[in-house]
């Protein structure tokens, strides 16, 4: 009897036993199944589906949406062709630099040429492109670059003692990004009459300077000197919205080089909880604002001593070239005397954003970098006027910033009340002292009657009322007479 009580139990047991692996078998390969159902669907998804599902906040710092296609095909044919190319190309390059490094030539050096200048042995590699529909007639190309080379390039430098100096250029890094255009189109092979070059972004370019059989630190301030006046060189000869159009038809292509197309005017007023760079005391900022990072046209503002809430009610004016792509950089210094001013932070303005015409009043958040997305410290803020008047607008808009911009008989004699009326219209000191505010209109306030005021008299009698009117922002008062 206890045998077969057993062999009943083990029976049952076994058979649990089997059903409990089946059924763990079965979940298994169902969850395994599941698991590759969806890393088939991640595979398959775009960066726009991605983008969907979570918000850019969501990404770490290092992820990088790309539009580019890779171009390992490229890179494998231009390595064999590169010793040809590398003759041409520093043709190419050493007269087109040469004339911009003796524009920008420090004052301290009599003249600064190239003695030897060939690219080197390692070829450039080229990590994507993509095709930009800017809506213009042609195609526009742009292709993003990496270039760790080897060049032999040395300047030959004299000073004004007569000293020579053969300064040696190395250890080159470059990454940035390079727009082709090809425009116009014509029914004629190779289907365009031109290709317009140009260095759209440039996101690093390092080097080193080294007087050959000398050392360079010697000359105080030299190899800062050249450095500046080589990215200078770069940023004019090259960068966009500079280009360079090599005809490949014949005909006029004057349309495609560098034109001014308008002008951006700009009113620095005020910067407020500035960041505090100076353990004793409070900063003494200062604003650097540029559209091209050139000497010639960065512009700089007073430094207002120990304040962090400056106000500047400054007016700077910059020439445009392509409003669709420039933009505004304000930077906030902290002026350290003899030592290296120290960044606070700086902001920027896309000026494809603005109305022309149309005076806009911004508050910019300050950051450290421009190139870094989310920066969550507070570092303050700058306020400025924009304005940006295309070429040829006067005939719809009009730019009250302009010497010829008329006022109202009712503006005149608020101008002159506020100046004492001693300055008539047409004086040549107004042009100056409409910079310093941005006419917007003319506000009318008629004030007609009050009702049920409330005495004031202590003897009994009615008050004596009259009304003040204040704008604010301006602090601009008027008083009505006495009723």
């Known amino acids: 009897m206890s045998f077969v009580a057993g062999l009943v139990i083990g029976l049952v047991v076994g058979l649990a036993l089997i059903v409990a692996f089946v059924r763990s078998e079965n979940a298994r390969s169902k969850h ?6 969806t890393i088939a669907a991640f595979a398959r998804m775009t960066v726009e589906d991605s983008r969907k599902l979570l918000s850019p906040e969501y990404y770490p710092s290092w992820v990088v949406f790309s539009q580019r296609q890779k171009l390992t095909w490229l890179n494998v044919h231009l390595q064999k062709i590169w010793p040809y190319v590398n003759e041409a190309a520093s043709e190419l390059i050493k007269a087109s630099v040469e004339p911009v490094l003796e524009q920008y030539r420090p ?14 042995t390692v070829a450039p590699q080229f990590t994507g492109v993509s095709i930009i529909d800017d809506g213009s007639e042609g195609i526009t190309m742009e292709l993003a670059m990496q270039w760790d080379g080897n060049p032999s390039i ?16 190395k250890n080159i890094g470059f990454t940035g990004v390079f727009r082709l255009i090809f425009r116009p189109m014509v029914d004629e092979f190779p289907c365009f009459g031109a290709v317009s070059f140009s260095l759209r ?3 690093k370019l390092d080097f080193t300077l080294k007087v050959v059989g000398g050392d360079m630190s010697k000359i105080p301030g030299l190899s800062d000197a050249i450095e500046s006046t080589i990215k200078d060189a770069v940023e004019d000869s090259i960068t966009w919205p500079v280009r360079k ?6 005909g006029d292509y004057s349309d495609l080089e560098l034109k001014p197309v308008g002008k951006l005017e700009v009113k620095l007023v005020q910067a407020k909880e500035l960041t505090n760079k100076d353990i004793i005391g409070k900063s003494d900022p200062y604003a650097v604002l540029y559209v091209r990072p050139l000497r010639d046209r960065m512009k700089k503002s007073r430094t207002i001593n120990n304040q962090l809430n400056p106000v500047w009610n400054e007016h700077f004016e910059f020439v445009i070239e392509d409003a669709s792509t420039q933009h505004l950089v304000v930077k906030i210094y902290d002026d350290e005397g003899l030592q290296s001013s120290e960044l606070i932070g700086c902001a920027q303005v896309q000026l494809c954003e603005l109305q022309p015409g149309k005076v806009q009043d911004v508050w910019l ?7 870094i997305q989310r920066d969550n410290k507070k570092r303050g803020e ?14 719809g808009f009009t730019n009250p910033f302009a010497h010829s911009f008329s006022m109202t008989s009712l503006e005149k004699a ?15 000191d107004e042009g100056n002292k409409r910079r310093e505010v941005i006419v917007r209109g003319v506000l009318s306030v008629t004030v007609i009657s009050a009702e049920d005021l409330a005495p004031a008299d202590l003897m009994g009698g009615k008050a004596d009322p009259y009304v003040v009117l204040t704008l604010k922002k301006t602090e601009s008062k008027n008083k009505t007479r006495v009723s």
């Open 32 to 37: 395994r199944s599941d698991l590759a159902t």
């Open 245 to 250: 159009v090599i005809p490949i038809l014949p």
């Open 382 to 395: 700058v306020h400025l006027e924009l304005l940006y008047c295309p070429n040829g607008m006067q005939n």
């Open 414 to 428: 608020f101008k002159s009340g506020a100046d004492g009326g001693n300055d008539p219209v047409g004086n040549g």
């Open 154 to 169: 040395i300047l030959d430098i004299k000073t004004y003692l007569g000293v020579a100096l053969p300064v040696q250029v």
């Open 107 to 120: 004052a301290i050096l009599a003249s600064l040429t190239f003695s030897k200048f060939t690219l080197g």
């Open 365 to 371: 958040k300050l950051v450290k970098d421009l190139e």
């Open 201 to 203: 972004q440039k996101q």
